[in-house]
């Protein structure tokens, strides 16, 4: 199984940026995908997740309003659309597949992560 993030990079504070995720394998069968992310010195937190059939969303409350996850289950992509981003959004970017999309503890399976960094 495997995921493949990309679409990282460095971006000034109210820009945008969307990240991917391919999923295959293993993976691809698992029902939810989910974004997370780690900034320097914290633990690592749920950002985003998306029920691969329900296309259900859940997102945590630091980025409602502007980031979007979605998918593309033709191309087995998960999307993180991520507007208006603002300097305490860098952190690693982590794509990841689990059981369920309201229980962000069932992840297990990892991508390698994608670097954002908002400048101020």
């Known amino acids: 199984e495997q995921l493949v993030e990309s679409g990282g990079g460095l971006v000034q504070a109210g820009g945008s940026l969307r990240l991917s995720c391919a999923a295959s394998?293993?993976?691809?069968?698992?029902?939810?995908m989910g974004w997370f992310r780690q900034a320097p010195g914290k633990e690592r937190e749920f950002v985003a997740a998306?029920?691969?059939?329900?296309?259900?969303?859940k997102s945590a409350d630091s980025v409602k309003g502007r980031f979007t996850i979605s998918k593309d289950n033709a191309k087995n992509t998960v999307y993180l659309q991520m507007n208006s981003l603002k300097p305490e959004d860098t952190a690693v970017y982590y794509c990841?597949?689990?059981?369920?999309?309201?229980?962000?503890?069932?992840?297990?399976?990892w991508g390698q992560g994608t670097q954002v960094t908002v400048s101020s």
């Open positions: 990841a597949a689990g059981m369920s999309f309201l229980r962000p503890t069932t992840f297990d399976s």
């Open positions: 998306i029920g691969w059939s329900s296309g259900y969303t």
């Open positions: 394998g293993r993976t691809f069968s698992r029902p939810a």
